[in-house]
């Protein structure tokens, strides 16, 4: 199993040099990717212009954009920002897509919350012909630029439950799940329940399978700092409810990390996310050592 790490984007203290410091640690380190998330009404930096620097500033790893909220968005902006990733990566993007659940959001950028699921099916297939240089419309030149990867870069999808699953059996490449605990069992019923869907849509090849939780380490309390930062990033669920979901994180120290990592290799997953929830570099000496020690 692979282990990837996205950046500390939503984390407390995220600065000017984090991208950069962070993203060629992880570069140099036994990692499998560095990723970006994307949230609107909240601190973060933004998604892409973030992953671009990544891109930059690496060589080896996959650059993982995970992941656009893409019924948020003008398909061709997509297109096109997926073509310069790709080509800023020299073909390591690999890109995720969703509904997201954050409706603040989409008021935020004036788009329709309403109908995020079909308006996500219907701006895939619209995306994939663009990434095949299709022209958006009869007369136009195509969308650039194109990706280094013909046809563009795996697309995965951060689909949840049984609906959401078949429909993204139908034009993903796997699915990029996430469990607040890290949770074995429940990694091991969203690659099950993705198994079924691809075969029940006729798909020839088995989804690939990533999945990741919120962590803390390298710091003095990692626990409550994991807590907190929990809390904070699930805010928009109500603080009873986010307090109450915060209380189940539990990857805050080395022992913890590795019996998760087990788990969920032997759940099937294919490249587990290490989601930090603190920006002090100890965090990856710590992840470092808890990767080593599994070779």
């Known amino acids: 199993m692979k282990i990837g790490v996205a950046l500390p984007q939503m984390a407390p203290g995220y600065g000017p040099g984090t991208t950069v410091d962070w993203a060629r640690r992880i570069d140099a380190g036994p990692f499998s990717s560095v990723s970006v998330g994307e ?21 080896r790893v996959q650059v993982l954009a995970n992941l656009f909220v893409l019924p948020q968005h003008p398909v061709a902006m997509v297109a096109q920002q997926i073509g310069t990733l790709d080509q800023l990566a020299n073909g390591r ?3 995720a897509v969703g509904v997201g659940g954050r409706e603040h959001d989409y008021r935020a950028l004036g788009a329709d919350f309403t109908r995020r699921h079909q308006q996500l ?8 012909r663009l990434l095949d240089g299709e022209p958006p419309f009869e007369g136009a030149d195509p969308v650039g630029p194109a990706c280094v990867q013909p046809g563009g870069p795996i697309i995965l999808a951060g689909a949840m439950g049984p609906k959401a699953m078949r429909r993204a059996a139908r034009w993903a490449d796997g699915i990029s799940g996430f469990s607040i605990a890290g949770n074995a069992d429940d990694i091991a019923q969203a690659g099950e329940l993705a198994d079924r869907c691809w075969t029940e849509a006729g798909r020839a090849t088995t989804p690939r399978k990533v999945s990741g939780c919120f962590t803390a380490l390298g710091v ?31 990857a805050s120290s080395p022992e913890v990390l590795a019996d998760i990592l087990d788990g969920a290799e032997q759940a099937g997953c294919d490249e587990f996310i290490l989601v930090p929830a603190v920006t002090d570099l100890n965090f ?3 992840a470092t050592e808890v990767v080593a020690a599994r070779s």
Do not use: H
């Open 121 to 128: 099916d219907d701006k895939v297939a619209e995306l994939k």
């Open 220 to 250: 003095t309390d990692a626990s409550e700092a994991l807590r907190s930062f929990t809390a904070r990033y699930l805010g928009f669920l109500g603080p009873e409810l986010a307090e109450l979901v915060a209380a189940s994180a539990r």
């Open 284 to 286: 990856l000496e710590v």
């Open 93 to 95: 993007l690999e890109v």
């Open 39 to 59: 949230r609107v009404t909240f601190s973060n930096p933004e998604m892409v212009a973030t992953l671009g620097a990544c891109a930059a500033v690496t060589e």
